[in-house]
T-cell receptor
Framework: DAKTTQPPSMDCAEGRAANLPCNHS???????VYWYRQIHSQGPQYIIH???NNETNEMASLIITEDRKSSTLILPHATLRDTAVYYC????????????FGTGTRLTIIP | GAVVSQHPSWVICKSGTSVKIECRSL??????MFWYRQFPKQSLMLMAT?????????EQGVEKDKFLINHASLTLSTLTVTSAHPEDSSFYIC???????????FGPGTRLTVT
């Protein structure tokens, strides 16, 4: 599986867009980019995933660069409830669906 | 939809005893369930993968005789920590995946404290 690199922590003002970067320079053509988040003392929550096109759902948008070596998760209007650790994970399109969590980015939303 | 529950949410047990944690997919059938462990201020570490009706596959370094996993149905998997020791104290999280869909749905976690 491709390794990902994320900043250890970020702050964002409440109501602003939170942009969380992820580098996955060794990603291969059949690997998806997944984003999960974990609020303190809870199980992780699926946010969004993509292969090469940008994706949007009710929670967030995912922007993947054309070379697929990096991506950005965008929370358009961050709220205090978005404070969590965000994990960017790359997994094969076909396979055993095994997730390897890195250290993630601890996002703190500032009132 | 896609709700996964765990029971209990927290448990305290004495050293040497066994503890069983249940993981249920409430509104879907899970062909595969995963068990993770998370120590304070650390990331989730996959312990094992279980497919309904077959033996679990354990990650390297995880003792299969200590962490017994049973996946008897498409909606239930159990993790039994046998002869628990204080170093087994951790946050145990399960997840469930459906065939053809790659999103894993996670349970809320079980905090185990061994005294």
């Amino acid at each position: 599986d491709a390794k990902t690199t994320q900043p250890p922590s970020m702050d964002c003002a409440e109501g602003r867009a939170a942009n969380l970067p992820c580098n996955h320079s060794t990603i291969s053509g059949n690997e998806y980019v997944y984003w999960y988040r974990q609020i303190h003392s809870q199980g992780p929550q699926y946010i969004i995933h993509g292969l090469k096109n940008n994706e949007t759902n009710e929670m967030a948008s995912l922007i993947i660069t054309e070379d697929r070596k990096s991506s950005t998760l965008i929370l358009p209007h961050a709220t205090l409830r978005d404070t969590a650790v965000y994990y960017c994970i790359v997994i094969p399109r076909f396979g055993n669906e095994k997730l390897t969590f890195g250290t993630g980015t601890r996002l703190t939303i500032i009132p | 939809g896609a709700v996964v529950s765990q029971h209990p949410s927290w448990v305290i047990c004495k050293s040497g005893t066994s503890v069983k944690i249940e993981c249920r997919s409430l509104d879907f059938q899970a062909t595969t369930m995963f068990w993770y462990r998370q120590f304070p201020k650390q990331s989730l570490m996959l312990m094992a993968t279980s497919n309904e009706g077959s033996k679990a596959t354990y990650e390297q370094g995880v003792e299969k005789d200590k962490f017994l996993i049973n996946h008897a149905s498409l909606t239930l998997s159990t993790l039994t920590v046998t002869s628990a020791h204080p170093e087994d104290s951790s946050f145990y999280i399960c997840s469930a995946a459906t065939g053809g869909i790659y999103e894993q749905y996670f349970g809320p976690g079980t905090r185990l404290t061994v005294t």
